[in-house]
């Protein structure tokens, strides 16, 4: 079973700041299938990016994903109010399909 | 407008058994792998079991193999999740999940149903 570990556990930034998530995986990721997700409070996740870099419909393209092998990245480049959430990372590439603990991004 | 309703969830003694029902519309959903993923309280994500479009592939995870059954019914736009021999640790929303037209990530979310096991 692949093993996600994603770090910071919790980043705390303003809002206009550019946020770098990252999500490492104990082996390399067949076909580079990550996704991210987004989760606010009380609610069910979001999908942000699929596939590693591609963006989900209706997703601001402010997010952005990027990796691949076993390193992958999800890039909030300037944070509105609504992108304070928890963020998971997700492997599905190879069996059975993990999640990573997610990052906390709160405000500063 | 997708939109995928669960229900069944509630209360339950250890040991005992619940049914979960997804209801799907807004899409087509006999031709969608369809799962089920759970949320402890405060906790991560953690898959639960997926079941193909036509019901040949059925998966399940390592620690839920023999105590829950999933199945769909196409004609009813239906999703299940049948839980058998309930223990504390099963205590989670469940979510009924879409997967992607071209790999198995999730795209579309239900609001989830709250699945309580205690004494």
């Known amino acids: 079973e692949i093993v996600l570990t994603q770090s910071p556990g919790t980043l705390s930034l303003s809002p206009g700041e550019r946020a770098t998530l990252s999500c490492r995986a104990s082996?390399?990721?067949?076909?580079?299938?990550v996704a991210w997700y987004q989760q606010k409070f009380g609610q069910a996740p979001r999908l942000l990016i699929y596939d590693a870099s591609s963006r989900a419909t209706g997703i601001p393209d402010r997010f952005s994903g990027s990796g691949s092998g076993t390193d992958f990245t999800l890039t909030i480049s300037r944070l509105e109010p609504e992108d304070f959430a928890v963020y998971y990372c997700?492997?599905?590439?190879?069996?059975?399909?993990?999640f990573g603990p997610g990052t906390k991004v709160d405000v500063k | 407008e997708v939109q995928l309703v669960e229900s069944g969830g509630g209360l339950v003694k250890p040991g005992g058994s619940l049914r979960l029902s997804c209801a799907a519309s807004g899409f087509t959903f006999s031709v969608y792998t369809m799962n089920w993923v759970r949320q402890a309280p405060g906790k991560g994500l953690e898959w639960v079991s997926s079941?193909?479009?036509?019901?040949?592939?059925?998966y399940y995870g390592d620690s839920l193999r023999g105590r829950f059954t999933i199945s769909r019914d196409n004609a009813k736009n239906s999703l299940y999740l049948q839980m058998n021999s309930l223990r504390a640790e099963d205590t989670a929303v469940y979510y009924c999940?879409?997967?992607?037209?071209?790999?198995?990530?999730?795209?579309?979310w239900g609001q989830g149903t709250l699945v309580t096991v205690s004494s």
């Open positions: 999940v879409r997967a992607g037209a071209t790999g198995s990530y999730y795209r579309d």
């Open positions: 082996e390399s990721v067949s076909r580079n299938y």
């Open positions: 997700q492997q599905y590439g190879n069996s059975p399909f993990t």
């Open positions: 079941i193909s479009s036509g019901s040949d592939f059925i």
